[in-house]
């Protein structure tokens, strides 16, 4: 998605807003601009491409002077990504600019109003209309142009605008789109992320929906939607700038990978307690659990695989039947939700357009919800009615990793404690599952450090156009994402396929020397997906298998076999994604692709 950075203060602000969007560069973009407030005068500079395009073009910000103004880096979504769509936008009369993520849904028939009153467009984007409305409103009170503007518009914002009679003024509006404003000493700012601002402030404001606030370097005042003063909080934004960088690793992806024992232990290690699952966030009474007859996991891309990968723990566990929904399609299935279900929605961010409207869509039909997110005081945690939160960190890269595999540790959490509650499991099998459940972090450093070949496999097959991925239950899980993450990263086709289906269509694909990743860490069903390898192998396949340590058999029959260590079969999904990744990693590395941010592809996708 696009992101925005604003700041007023008393050093000059184009460095300050260039140094924000480079921070917001992994959310994905194809074009970057600046405004700046200099005495009267607003100056712009935008362009397509790269933000460093953009810092040439300013010279560092040099040739960009003023205290105060706005940024904003684009995913095209209305108009080509070029020059002239890209964002600022400026009013017909240069006095107000604008910067939007998001998508104004009436922009058409605001747009045509606008022009029969004699406004001119100079882009294809929904959000010149915004600053041409805050022209057409002005008369002389900018706030009540800005309350005007936005009783007009319908869909999802977030706004950054600039006045010129206001010289030292930024204003800042949210709608369905995240927003947090950076409360400094002598200087303020307001940004889509933390990651923008947190090089300069670690307190922090979080918006919602339907409030505006007034930006000056001394004062930061908070309206809700009619204008009236509203009190907020200041919290202390948690996250490190250091974790930020790369610290020595080449791409922050590569970084976030070797980050996950920490993750996963972080995820953990503080709600086990005595021996015990605690989850304090999720105090709820065992006759509330006995009354739940079904569970819906919904979410959106990895998001939903870590729903996938945990629906076997949870049914065998908790003897609850599990259903995985997208979100993009829960929202319009007309679901079958009522009070005993509970529904679980997913999101790393928390700002998931379509995770937030399966969220609403749960709640209208009388459905308790828990989310499972990274990122506090975002949209999600604020609107569930319980939260969990995944304390992975930061992560840059576009495609999770850690984000990923502590959605899927919190989820085991989950299973393990309701079925304790439930009285469903054993005192014996309970403290087993203990044991391994705290060995995760552990079992994932194991898998990083017990496979340096996998650089080596991916100079042999990179430049093959087609992968397949294969497993039953729980492997066909984890198979799910690490196919996902080969397609979003290295750019090569990767398909998913359930083991025992192969006869029912796939296999028809197979030819010799194609690449077939074979997962194969489910104990209960070993010989199975083990005669799933024979019958792709006769058909001249060649066999990457993913197995525990030791497995005589799989060596025998894989051409090469990445190993993890042996784990409990129910969380083993946790554990086998780690090496996957890193083969997507260095397959996209041995095909020169911006492994951090590839095309097309946002880190939050708030828009459908």
């Known amino acids: 998605m696009c992101g925005i950075v604003g700041f007023t203060g008393a050093q000059q602000a184009a460095p300050v807003l260039l140094n924000g969007l480079q921070k917001l560069e992994y959310r994905g973009y194809d074009s970057a601009g600046i405004a700046v407030l200099d005495g009267s005068t607003i100056t712009v500079r935008k362009t397509s491409g790269k933000i460093s395009n953009l810092v040439e073009k300013t010279d560092g910000g040099k040739n960009c002077r003023g205290t105060t103004g706005?940024?904003?880096?684009?995913?095209?979504?209305?108009?080509?990504?070029?020059?002239?769509?890209?964002?600022?936008?400026?009013?017909?009369?240069?006095?107000?600019?604008?910067?939007?993520?998001?998508?104004?849904?009436?922009?058409?028939?605001?747009?045509?109003?606008?022009?029969?009153?004699?406004?001119?467009?100079?882009?294809?984007?929904?959000?010149?209309?915004?600053?041409?409305?805050?022209?057409?409103?002005?008369?002389?009170?900018?706030?009540?142009?800005?309350?005007?503007?936005?009783?007009k518009l319908r869909g999802s914002y977030a706004l950054g605008v600039l006045c010129s009679?206001?010289?030292?003024?930024?204003?800042?509006?949210?709608?369905?789109?995240?927003?947090?404003?950076?409360?400094?000493?002598?200087?303020?700012?307001?940004?889509?992320?933390?990651?923008?601002?947190?090089?300069?402030?670690?307190?922090?404001?979080?918006?919602?929906?339907?409030?505006f606030a007034r930006i000056t370097?001394?004062?930061?005042?908070?309206?809700?939607?009619?204008?009236?003063?509203?009190?907020?909080?200041i919290s202390r934004i948690s996250w490190d700038i250091q974790a930020a960088e790369k610290g020595g690793f080449e791409h922050f992806m590569l970084k976030e990978i070797f980050e996950q024992p920490r993750a996963v232990k972080s995820a953990i290690?503080?709600?086990?307690?005595?021996?015990?699952?605690?989850?304090?966030?999720?105090?709820?009474?065992?006759?509330?659990?006995?009354g739940i007859k079904k569970i819906i996991i919904t979410a959106c891309g990895s998001a939903y695989y870590a729903g996938c990968a945990s629906k076997y723990a949870i049914e065998h566990l908790c003897g609850i039947p599990v259903e995985t929904e997208l979100a993009s399609e829960f929202r319009y299935s007309d679901p079958l939700v009522d009070k005993h279900t509970l529904v679980i929605v997913i999101s790393q961010s928390g700002e998931t357009a379509d995770t937030i409207a399966a969220l609403k869509e749960g709640r209208s039909r009388g459905a308790k919800v828990l989310a499972i997110v990274n990122v506090v005081g975002s949209t999600v945690a604020k609107m569930a009615d319980w939260v969990l939160y995944t304390w992975a960190g930061p992560e840059i890269a576009v495609a999770t990793t850690k984000g990923y595999t502590t959605q899927v540790a919190v989820l085991f959490l989950f299973a393990l404690y309701t079925a304790k509650k439930l009285g469903r499991i054993t005192d014996e099998r309970y403290a087993s599952l203990i044991r391994s459940l705290t060995s995760l972090p552990r079992r994932v450093q194991q898998a990083l450090d017990m496979n340096p070949s996998i650089p080596a496999l991916a100079k042999e097959y990179h430049s093959f156009k087609s992968l397949f991925f294969i497993g039953r239950n729980t492997d066909y899980a984890a198979a799910l994402e690490g196919a996902?993450?080969?397609?979003?990263?290295?750019?090569?086709?990767?398909?998913?396929?359930?083991?025992?289906?192969?006869?029912?269509g796939t296999i028809a694909l197979i030819e010799e020397h194609q690449p077939v990743v074979a997962l194969c860490c489910n104990k209960d069903i070993a010989d199975k997906t083990a005669s799933n390898i024979v019958e792709v192998k006769a058909r001249g396949a060649?066999?990457?298998?993913?197995?525990?340590?030791?497995?005589?058999?799989?060596?025998?029959?894989?051409?090469?076999?990445?190993?993890?260590?042996?784990?409990?079969?129910?969380?083993?999904?946790?554990?086998?994604?780690?090496?996957?990744?890193?083969?997507?990693?260095?397959?996209?590395?041995?095909?020169?692709?911006?492994?951090?941010?590839?095309?097309?592809?946002?880190?939050?996708?708030?828009?459908?």
């Open 484 to 504: 996902l993450k080969m397609k979003e990263i290295s750019y090569i086709h990767a398909e998913c396929y359930a083991a025992g289906e192969l006869k029912h």
């Open 70 to 151: 706005i940024g904003h880096t684009r995913w095209a979504t209305h108009g080509a990504p070029t020059d002239i769509n890209a964002h600022p936008h400026i009013s017909n009369n240069g006095k107000y600019a604008v910067v939007h993520n998001g998508i104004i849904e009436n922009y058409l028939e605001l747009r045509e109003e606008l022009i029969k009153k004699g406004f001119y467009f100079e882009s294809e984007t929904d959000t010149e209309v915004i600053v041409h409305l805050l022209e057409m409103y002005d008369d002389g009170d900018a706030k009540k142009a800005v309350l005007k503007t936005a009783s």
């Open 542 to 608: 060649e066999i990457i298998a993913v197995a525990f340590r030791g497995d005589q058999r799989i060596l025998s029959l894989a051409d090469h076999v990445i190993s993890i260590p042996k784990i409990e079969t129910m969380f083993s999904p946790l554990v086998e994604i780690v090496p996957m990744q890193l083969l997507a990693y260095y397959f996209a590395k041995e095909n020169g692709c911006d492994i951090d941010k590839p095309k097309n592809l946002a880190k939050s996708v708030t828009v459908e």
């Open 269 to 290: 290690e503080p709600r086990i307690r005595d021996g015990n699952v605690v989850l304090d966030e999720f105090d709820v009474s065992a006759r509330y659990l006995q």
């Open 165 to 211: 009679d206001e010289p030292r003024t930024i204003y800042a509006l949210r709608e369905s789109s995240p927003l947090i404003l950076g409360i400094g000493a002598g200087e303020n700012y307001f940004a889509s992320d933390v990651t923008a601002i947190v090089t300069y402030t670690k307190n922090a404001i979080y918006l919602e929906d339907g409030e």
């Open 217 to 233: 370097p001394d004062q930061v005042e908070v309206f809700d939607p009619s204008g009236h003063t509203v009190q907020k909080k």
